[in-house]
């Protein structure tokens, strides 16, 4: 890794990235010109496919979430704070149907 930062060629220092990632078996899509360039479609191609083969992440251990029980401190808190439209919007009397209301003439 170091031996790359340390390269002073640009060439050699992209030819030397693609080496890597042919260890790894990820070297498709660049030349090192492409890098050089910063050829942006290709640069990210290359890197999707890098982190897609060789994500260094273990899989998901599955876990359940706990269920916690609502109190009833928070049940009647959540009824309170809760405006009425929210809570039985279908008994508001403050709800429209959209049908009802009447337009102003634009002058």
Known sequence: ??????A????????MVLQNAEKLNCRVFVQPKDIINGSMKLNLAFL???FNTNPALEPP???RAPVIEETREEKSEFHFFTPG??????????CLEISSVETFPQS
């Open 85 to 94: 439209f929210l809570s039985d919007s279908a008994n508001s009397p403050f």
């Open 48 to 50: 999707a496919n890098l």
């Open 61 to 63: 251990t599955p876990q």
């Open 8 to 15: 002073v060629d640009l060439v050699q220092r992209a030819e």
């Open 1 to 6: 890794m170091q031996a790359i930062l340390d």
